[in-house]
């Protein structure tokens, strides 16, 4: 449903024109001050003890406090962060594989891998579910879904590469969640749906702290999501004659957003012991199960079971699912020795995803095919011990020398599980001699018992990180850090200068220069997956089944994979801060982000050479191969713009007004072009894999915001534009190409207080229902209508209710 409101058009306008009015006309008044991010002391980057804020801090860093997090009506972590960040973008993958339904975000135009995330400082395990496709092809980050968003007091997003200081994955930035350590407690209930009427979901969010011993904390924490899925999928190409004119199930099953349930539990706790010692914990446990149809299976081919009691006359969509169980534990201690600040801790994390399919077929089986597969487990672990110590020294100058030092022990391993017999078995079925099924379920095979593998992996780290002033307003800090890898990665070295200059007391400039490193995942070199898609090939539509192969696999070798390398960047980054009053501020920053020996995932390689090599080494029923490789250096370029100003309207009330944009462009410097396969060239980086790291997602974000309070009435409008961004064939034939215009999308949340404690709220997601422009169908292999990655999704309107009290 559509909804031409002319409103629409003038709002990306008006809002813009009123922000630049109210700054130049009420700039000066006399008015309290809103309650602002801005003033939060912030932790993360910041390891002296000199308390730091957003508009004194020498590196970019934004700070969300939970009540915003929730008034952007967003049901998780990550899509609230992307609606509050505009550096941080959530790509909307849709349908084909996992990534789909474990997304992650990108900062600053970056693969998700290359962003750390921290909770209360400490590193977040990894999930082991592997994205194969995409944008964050390769990687397997830490899921911020999984964190109780009731649990969360704030988030630090830190803007400029952070190797030095916090170790591996921080190329691109850092999150920090930061958990609530108090006695309140909030219950948060919502619910909505779709504008079609699809995409119901249900959210309860539960969060209350306690006193415990003397001066102790205790926060419990539950969040519970269901989420149906929206599939929008339309006609898809095939003619009637193709799906046997009875079918009507000519659909690609997976076009659209997931059905989710979710459970996470967690709590925060610190007891003093003593003025000089308290103890600290913190845990989440989550549980999801998400799922999602796929491509429809025609019955005219030989792939499909058309007969027997588990066979599908009419072809049939399979439904993919992942099955997840996610871990993590921090035990710590911290106190005062002497003059020095300590913090002792270990974190251990877990996260389990079993993958499967139902409604789907092993057609090598024939008419004793299931419809159910267990497909296998991935398993993904991570064991971290810190020893951090910080202490100021009085070197003569106005302001102290802050010295920090620290050690960390990590151990990471990764392990496949096979699945159930039936989905990797080959039963042989043939419809004719040399026209026989392939083996392994649709969709995605199983994992063999000679395919499960395990690995360990340990790590150990030193650094040292200084700050002082030479001159009261000048500020210089430098990091340096020391990595030790096994399994054949050896040794990282990383390093990091920060400078701060303050012109005046409103007016400042910051730079930073530093190199980083991301070590591959273990489940980078260890993941192993055989999966059926639908193409052309030699002028044939056909079923497909590729592998992604273990780097160091025999097969993938054969193909020409080598063992995999560290990620190696340097960053440039150059800022300005000005906050001439209490309400307003703003924030510059331009960066240069270059990475060495970047991990992608190659095209899939197709062809009778390919085939023999697979069939060489063991591996049958597979026409094409895919494996990770250290396959380009790229340059990203960009520029960070934040600006808030709280306004008193005196008896109208109060207005927090917020304008953001990002600006990025990434560059391939170089690329690996080709491998010798049997003596014939095969493209290792085809035209898809290239524009999924240039020009995939938007190369421009502008969000605006306002935040209006009037005694027991709030209203928080957001207006974020996306940019174009393109989608690409990895045929060199362009005209399969699609372009998709920039686009606004509207949020808006109105809440009402009841009373003291409880307030009533109702507003919208994407308020008046835009969608991606559609496209035709390009061919019978190309998802249809609104693309794959658009950034906002292509679901259109959701609206919602939710009742929140205070106790």
């Not at 508009?55 to 962060?81: F, H, R, W, Y």
């Not at 909505?192 to 011993?213: A, M």
Request: hydrophobic share 35%; charged share 20%; glycine share 10%.
């Amino acid at each position: 449903m559509k909804h031409p409101l002319t409103t629409a058009s003038r709002l990306p306008v008006l809002l813009p024109v009123a922000l630049a009015s109210c700054l130049h006309g009420q700039a000066l008044q006399a008015a309290e001050p809103a309650v602002s991010s801005l003033d939060t002391v912030i932790v993360t980057g910041n390891r002296g003890a000199e308390k730091r804020t957003v508009t004194t801090s020498p590196v970019p860093i934004d700070v969300i406090s939970a009540k915003q997090l929730q008034e952007t009506g967003k049901p998780g972590l990550m899509e609230a962060l992307s609606a509050s960040v505009p550096s941080l973008t959530l790509p909307e993958k849709t349908g084909w594989d996992a990534s789909g339904m474990a997304r992650a975000p990108n900062l600053r135009g970056l693969n998700a891998a290359q962003v750390l995330v921290l909770v209360n400082g400490k590193r977040r395990h990894t999930s082991a579910t592997l994205n194969i496709s995409g944008i964050n092809a390769g990687a397997a980050p830490a899921d911020l879904d999984l964190i109780p968003i009731s649990a969360i007091d704030h988030v630090e997003v830190l803007r400029d590469g952070a190797a030095a200081q916090y170790g591996s994955d921080a190329i691109a930035g850092v999150i920090n969640v930061i958990l609530k350590a108090d006695t309140r407690g909030t219950a948060v209930t919502t619910a909505g749906q779709g504008y079609d009427g699809k995409k119901q979901t249900v959210q309860q969010s539960l969060n209350k702290g306690f006193e415990i011993g003397r001066d102790g904390i205790l926060q419990l924490a539950l969040d519970a999501r269901s989420q149906n899925d929206d599939n929008k999928a339309s006609a898809n190409g095939y003619s009637a004659a193709e799906a046997l004119d009875k079918a009507g199930k000519s659909t690609y099953g997976g076009y659209g957003t997931p059905k989710i349930n979710l459970l996470t539990l967690g709590y925060n706790a610190e007891l003093p012991v003593s003025d000089d010692l308290s103890l600290y914990s913190f845990t989440t446990w989550s549980y999801r199960k998400a799922e999602q149809g796929q491509n429809f299976r025609l019955p005219t081919i030989v792939n499909t079971i058309t007969t027997g009691p588990n066979g599908y006359p009419a072809g049939y969509t399979p439904t993919w699912y992942i099955e997840e169980h996610d871990f993590q534990a921090a035990f710590g201690a911290k106190g005062l020795v002497g003059e020095w600040d300590w913090d002792l801790s270990s974190t251990y994390g877990r996260n389990e995803a079993e993958q499967g399919t139902w409604n789907n077929q092993n057609p090598s089986l024939g008419e004793a095919t299931p419809n159910d597969f267990e497909s296998g487990t991935w398993i993904s672990a991570q064991l971290t011990s810190n020893l951090d110590l910080r202490r100021s020294y009085d070197i003569g100058l106005e302001k102290p020398l802050d010295l920090s030092w620290g050690l960390e022990q990590r151990r990471d391993s990764y392990q496949v599980k096979a699945g159930d017999w039936a989905s990797w078995a080959d039963g042989g079925y043939c419809v004719s001699p040399g026209n026989c099924a392939a083996s392994g379920a649709q969709v995605t095979n199983g994992i063999s018992p000679a395919e499960a593998t395990s690995a360990s992996r340990n790590s150990y780290a030193s650094y040292v990180d200084v700050g002082f002033n030479p001159l009261p307003q000048w500020y210089w800090g430098a990091a340096l850090r020391y990595e030790h890898y096994d399994r054949g990665i050896g040794a990282t070295r990383s390093g990091k200068l920060t400078t701060r200059y303050e012109f005046t007391p409103q007016l400042a400039v910051r730079a930073t220069v530093s190199n980083g490193f991301r070590a591959p995942s273990l489940a980078n070199s260890l993941f192993s997956a055989r999966s059926t898609t639908y193409g052309i090939v030699n002028g044939v539509y056909q079923s497909i089944n590729y592998g992604v192969l273990p780097v160091d696999s025999a097969a993938a070798q054969a193909l020409g994979a080598e063992s995999l390398k560290p990620e190696k960047s340097t960053n440039y980054s150059l800022g300005l801060t000005w906050q001439p009053s209490d309400r307003l501020a703003f924030t510059a920053d331009a960066y240069v982000v270059n990475v060495r020996d970047r991990i992608t995932l190659t095209g899939t390689l197709l062809g009778t050479e390919v085939t023999q090599t697979l069939l060489d080494n063991g591996i049958d029923s597979t026409s094409g191969g895919r494996y990770f490789t250290n396959g380009a250096n790229t340059r990203t370029k960009g520029l960070d713009l934040v600006s808030s100003y709280d306004q008193d309207l005196g008896g109208a009330g109060a207005v927090k007004w917020t304008a953001a944009f990002n600006w990025n462009d990434t560059e391939i410097l170089d690329y690996k072009e080709s491998v010798n396969i049997l003596g014939t060239p095969y493209q290792l980086l085809d035209r898809e894999a290239r524009n999924l790291l240039t020009d995939v997602q938007p190369h421009t974000k502008l969000i605006l915001g306002a935040n209006w309070r009037l005694d027991k009435y709030r209203v928080n409008l957001g207006l974020t534009r996306y940019g174009s961004w393109k989608e690409v064939n990895a045929a060199s034939d362009r005209s399969l190409d699609r372009e998709y215009k920039a686009r606004w999308i509207t949020d808006l949340d109105v809440g009402y207080q009841l009373t003291k404690d409880l307030e009533l709220a109702i507003g919208a997601r994407n308020l008046f229902d835009v969608y991606p422009e559609r496209q035709a169908p390009s061919s019978k292999t190309m998802t249809k209508g609104y693309g794959v990655y658009s950034p906002y999704g292509f679901t259109g309107g959701y609206y919602f209710g939710r009742v929140t009290y205070n106790f």
